[in-house]
């Protein structure tokens, strides 16, 4: 069977900050059937995730491309792989028969061919929403949890700040660190999400940042005894006044800056005397460097889902048509939660 | 018997360059006695330490005073502690006995009298020249010691990059890395200090930043493979520039920043997305948290001084009217190595 697979690709580089008119849908053929012995799987894609490090691949050239995504830039023209949920269309890999629901990295496309080499793990449809397994099981989840568990190390009683806290990864770091019997804050920009922190996700307090003049006093307000742990979503002035605001032996984890994707001109200034004589460490970290605990992420997260301790936050748009402005909407605050887009159900 | 104590002090904070106009040579009489069960004793100072840190507490007002040295502040008028080296003169205190040789907290001033709660430690006199024990077996050695083995946690092979690399610490911190496998390359403000590092202290190559406008792009010559271990004595510029050049899981100890000391509008201006895409860590330390490495690194240092594996680099004024300049000298470069104030000897 041959189907039109539409798929939306960048028309250009995306240098500032994106907008739905720098996307273009298109659409080819695509056979539904796999070559003998090729290992190929086809995927129907069911739920995608939308994701802002995605813009770092999209640029001219930036220096973490060097490292990062020499390989993994995205380039005009080309499928945008992502990470997703999707049914098994065709499987020429005994591992997979047809009707398997599978994560992995599929793209923004209708239907993924994945290829062998690549990670696709099978899930079970009927315990959690499907969507779950891309938001608070997926990669998100686990860069909430190893952010939080791996790199800040904290210890119950220790005050957490979290920016982008109503976002897809701060929700559940605000979330974990409750679990853990931490003073929890988290930042957001409006009011509904602030609302959200306070009254929905257990946080002890909340503001809006967008509404503090002064970052810095702002924290001191929120932290009177000062800020053990900052999980880092933001870059540039939020973390100059975190770290102004940190106590001794204070750890931040850098984890995204996104104020930075869209501004490279836009630093955190730090005051490194401060950072000495405080011990504040630092440390970037990407989540695919810790699978090593994700099976602890797994079983531990699906038990509070299960007992009701923590909950899933997404914001889900409908059809393939839709992940220019779901992109382009996670740099202007538009989303509550995990961005996803669902293209069919099962 | 009353002796005229000589000390130095401020006139006033100090909040730019320091020069020698900025402190004053002023006396006190002094019986040197202690009284019945006080536990004092008092110390005739032979090295005094003379170190940038001390900068740091005669500023008006710093956002490091507020956790360092609220305490620890530096009050026009006042006495200076520093570290230092002296022989006991009279003592109340059954543990130490006159004429024996303590090292500790003094203060920059011909006597001292050390009250009960101030760690005092006594020490061979004959094994080592009496100024290693403020420098290469004291506090600088303990900070490159802790700094490079517990912060930077080096591994055979790996590229270090260490500021101000002739220098107390730095020269320290290059010899260490050298001792364990390391390829290390130092930065200097003078020819003179860049051929020590090249031709005496087996520094694998060196270079005088002062001769490059562009920092990054010297790195990039001096380390076409990237830097794995940056020990940072300086802040700001040389921090980005070493930053850029990190290779993945890079590691930055954060010792100091005495190119802010004198300026608190420099500052780094870190690329939060290369930290982050590079999982860099920078971790600000004091050697004051590393006691517990104190006994090793004493038996491994004395081992390697032993064995002509390591040398002290230090640079000896005469007199306690020459603190000033030794200690204004710090910040024009002035200083090869460690640099201290004799006062007599033993
Ligand atoms: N290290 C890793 O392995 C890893 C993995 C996943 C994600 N990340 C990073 O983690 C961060 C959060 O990702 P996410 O998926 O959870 O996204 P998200 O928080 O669900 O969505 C992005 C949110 O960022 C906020 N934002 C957008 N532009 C901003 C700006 N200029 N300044 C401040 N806030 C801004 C908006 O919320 P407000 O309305 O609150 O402004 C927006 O809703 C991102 O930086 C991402 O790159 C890192
Ligand atoms: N964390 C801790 O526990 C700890 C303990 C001790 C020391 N420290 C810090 O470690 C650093 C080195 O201390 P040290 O005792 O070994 O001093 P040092 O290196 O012996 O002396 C200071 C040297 O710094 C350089 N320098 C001065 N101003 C500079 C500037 N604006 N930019 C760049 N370099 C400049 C000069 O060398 P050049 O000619 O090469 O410029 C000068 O000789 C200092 O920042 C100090 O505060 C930290």
Redesign the interface.
């Known amino acids: 069977m041959e189907v039109e697979n539409k798929h939306i690709i960048i028309k250009h580089a995306i240098d500032g900050l994106p907008t739905e008119s720098d996307f273009e849908l298109r659409s080819t053929p695509l056979v539904l059937s796999v070559a003998q012995g090729s290992k190929e799987v086809v995927v129907k894609n069911l739920f995608l995730s939308i994701d802002p490090y995605q813009l ?1 691949r999209m640029k001219t050239c ?3 491309q060097k ?3 020499a390989a993994a830039r995205i380039q005009p023209g080309q499928r945008i792989d992502a990470f997703g949920v999707g049914k098994v269309v065709v499987s020429g890999n005994e591992e997979f028969e047809r009707d398997d629901v599978v994560v992995g990295l599929l793209a923004w496309e209708e239907y993924t061919v994945v290829r062998p080499g690549t990670t696709l793990t099978k899930v079970d449809p009927h315990e959690f929403p499907l969507s779950y397994h891309v938001s608070i099981l997926g990669p998100s989840g686990l860069t909430a949890y190893a952010g939080f568990y791996d790199i800040c190390k904290p210890k119950k009683g220790e005050k957490v700040f979290v920016s982008t806290a109503s976002g897809s990864v701060g929700s559940l770091v605000g979330q974990y660190a409750k679990l853990s019997g931490c003073y929890v804050v988290g930042c957001a920009g409006s009011k509904t999400k602030v609302d959200l922190l306070k009254e929905k996700l257990g946080f002890d307090d909340a503001f809006n940042y967008k509404e503090e003049p002064d970052l810095k006093s702002a924290l001191r307000r929120y932290f009177p005894e000062g800020i053990d742990i900052y999980f ?1 979503n933001v ?2 002035a939020m ?1 100059d006044a975190a770290v ?1 605001n940190m106590n ?1 032996f204070g750890r931040v984890a ?4 996104i104020s ?2 869209t501004d ?1 001109g836009k ?20 989540a695919l ?1 810790h699978l090593n605990l994700y099976a602890g992420f797994i079983s531990s997260t699906s038990d509070h889902l299960r007992h009701g301790r923590m909950r899933a936050v997404e914001d889900i748009s409908t059809g393939l048509e839709s992940v220019p402005s779901a992109f382009a909407g996670l740099f202007r605050g538009d989303n509550v939660g995990k961005k996803l887009v669902q293209l069919t159900s099962l």
Do not use: P
């Open positions: 770092n930036s220096s973490s490292t990062f995504a880092d870059g540039s973390l102004a001794l850098l984890c995204g800056a930075e994707y490279a630093r955190a200034a730090l005051d490194m005397v401060d950072v000495i004589y405080k011990r504040i460490t630092l440390r970037g970290f990407l460097d």
